[in-house]
């Protein structure tokens, strides 16, 4: 079936770095969703990008819709003790409704 | 997420039993999915219903049946499950199509 690279696989971080993860493809999309789920629950839903090129932010979170519409990009600015997660891309094929194609996950964890 | 509500949490199963996945949504979505979570994988989809009387098949739909009870419900059946069912089983909706879908907390199954 298709699939998305999703890269790292995880990430050993310093309180107040940067993070940043990204999401490949060969195929292309008409939407990118960047989810976060925390242990014991279901994943919700951070930043929804719609169209090629488009950089949209919510707080210290900023992502992209790559401009061949094959990748997203996820950044996290001064990392603090509770963005440690599962961070999943997800994107919605050009010619599917309904069918979200999930990355694997980037686990972030901070160093004591 | 308090809209999206599973049951139950967790369960265990011996190989051959059955057992149905209850999910209700207060949120007044017309789509609604059920996924599977594999440790190191992202989320596959195995049923999703557009709206109300509608199901179709998703990326793993092989050994499971379900049910759009009304707008509200969407159960997902294991007539005999197979410890390759062992899974985290995750409830979604969603307004129209997929994208923005917010998920349940999650049935974690064993089948021994």
């Known amino acids: 079936g298709q699939q998305l690279n999703q890269s790292p696989q995880s990430m050993f971080i310093q309180e107040g770095e940067d993070v940043s993860m990204n999401c490949t493809s060969s195929?292309?999309?008409?939407?990118w969703l960047w989810y976060k789920q925390d242990p014991g629950e279901g994943p919700v839903l951070l930043i929804a990008?719609?169209?090629a090129g488009e950089l949209t932010s919510n707080g210290r979170l900023t992502a992209q819709f790559g401009i061949t519409r094959k990748d997203s990009f996820l950044n996290i600015s001064a990392s603090i003790p509770s963005d440690v997660g599962i961070y999943f891309c997800?994107?919605?094929?050009?010619?599917?409704?309904?069918?979200?194609?999930w990355g694997a996950g980037t686990k972030l964890i901070i160093k004591p | 997420n308090a809209g999206v509500t599973q049951t139950p949490k967790f369960q265990v199963l011996k190989t051959g039993q059955s057992m149905t996945l209850q999910c209700a949504q207060d949120?007044?979505?017309?789509?609604m999915y059920w996924y599977r979570q594999d440790p190191g994988m992202g989320l596959r989809l195995i049923y999703y219903?557009?709206?109300?009387?509608?199901?179709d098949k998703g990326e793993v739909p092989n050994g499971y049946n379900v049910s759009r009870l009304n707008k509200r419900e969407f159960s997902l059946r294991l007539e005999s499950a197979a410890p390759s069912q062992t899974s985290v089983y995750f409830c979604?909706?969603?307004?129209?199509?997929?994208?923005?879908?917010?998920f349940g907390q999650g049935t974690r199954l064993t089948v021994v």
């Open positions: 979604a909706v969603g307004r129209g199509g997929v994208t923005e879908a917010f």
């Open positions: 949120m007044n979505h017309n789509s």
């Open positions: 219903s557009a709206s109300e009387g509608t199901t």
């Open positions: 195929s292309i999309f008409n939407t």
């Open positions: 990008l719609y169209k």
């Open positions: 997800a994107g919605l094929l050009m010619d599917s409704n309904y069918q979200l194609i």
